[in-house]
């Protein structure tokens, strides 16, 4: 049995703001609850006082050909939650587990490999965010660099605003806000694709207008509904879908990337030495 479970509950939060006020009412409930009960249409309809049509069409917004198709899953993440233990590192464990979960059903294969061919096409590739997001970006770029990609990172903002002219067809953006609210962050990428870049927004908010100036949306679990969230470091799950693109562009070509590697510890290794 896969240790990571397909739970529908973070594909519910994702889609939280697109539901209608009666959607909203079905939501809360599926993410509020925890017990195993009568989960029928007849029965969640006069538990809800919503029509069985209503859960037909929150099942249908969610990704499912219906309710059914939903309730197995959602049955599935149900059978398959822990009982909760007390004790502080035992929750922030299970916080951090959570976020892993919630990764695993966001996260598209398909869409990690084009980024991954976007750094190899690119002749230059930009990381930018600010706060959390920002070191993120540096982290980023330490990462990438030492593998050979020409990358660099940008968390100031006058930097981030004039760094956007510069940038062409041949530029890779890649911009990091949770919140999706950082204006700078969104500028950059903005300019950016009006000057023919390819842009790639890391984000938690879930908004089909960001397609208008990015080339890729990459969703990664937001803390705000998690236990314990306010305790979890906010560059987590960013690190880990970088985590994920990183293992995806190394593998291209992977011998080359290995020795670049290699050579990068070989070359600061020298340097110790010296010291």
């Keep these: 049995m896969e240790y990571y479970i397909k739970s ?3 594909v519910i939060k994702q889609n939280y703001e697109k539901f209608t006020a009666v959607e909203k009412n079905i939501a809360d409930f599926f993410i509020n609850n925890q017990a195993k009960v009568d989960f029928s249409s ?3 309809s006069d538990r809800l006082y919503v029509s069985e049509a209503s859960l037909s069409r929150f099942a249908q917004k969610c990704g499912y050909r219906g309710y059914r198709e ?3 899953q959602y049955e599935m993440t149900l059978m398959a939650e822990r009982d909760s233990i007390t004790g502080n590192t035992r929750m922030i464990l299970n916080s951090y ?5 919630k990764t695993y059903q966001l996260v598209d294969e398909e869409q990690i490999s084009r980024i991954a061919r976007y750094i190899g096409t690119s002749r230059r590739v930009l990381a930018c965010g600010r706060g959390s997001s920002g070191h993120a970006a540096a982290e980023m770029e330490m990462r990438f660099m030492r593998i050979g990609v020409d990358i660099n990172s940008l968390c100031d903002n006058d930097l981030i605003r004039m760094r956007a002219i510069f940038q062409n067809h041949e530029s890779l953006i890649f911009g990091i806000s949770i919140s999706a609210e950082t204006q ?6 903005q300019e950016s694709h009006k000057r023919g870049a390819k842009t790639v927004l890391i984000t938690a908010r879930n908004d089909d207008t960001f397609y208008e100036f990015c080339t890729e ?3 990664i679990p937001s803390l705000q509904h998690l236990n314990q969230g306010h305790v979890i470091s906010p560059q987590f799950p960013v690190l880990l879908i970088l985590d994920i693109i990183y293992s995806c562009y190394s593998g291209l070509d992977k011998l080359t990337k290995d020795s670049l590697h290699n ?4 070359a600061l290794a020298d340097g110790w030495t010296k010291q």
């Excluded at 587990?97 to 979960?101: I, M, P, S």
């Excluded at 700078?184 to 990428?189: A, M, Q």
């Excluded at 050579?263 to 070989?266: E, F, I, S, V």
């Design 217 to 219: 949306v990459v969703q």
């Design 42 to 44: 007849k029965a969640i």
């Design 70 to 72: 939903f309730m197995y």
């Design 8 to 10: 529908v509950v973070p």
């Design 184 to 189: 700078d962050v969104l500028y950059l990428l």
């Design 263 to 266: 050579n990068t510890l070989k």
């Design 97 to 101: 587990q959570e976020l892993l979960n």
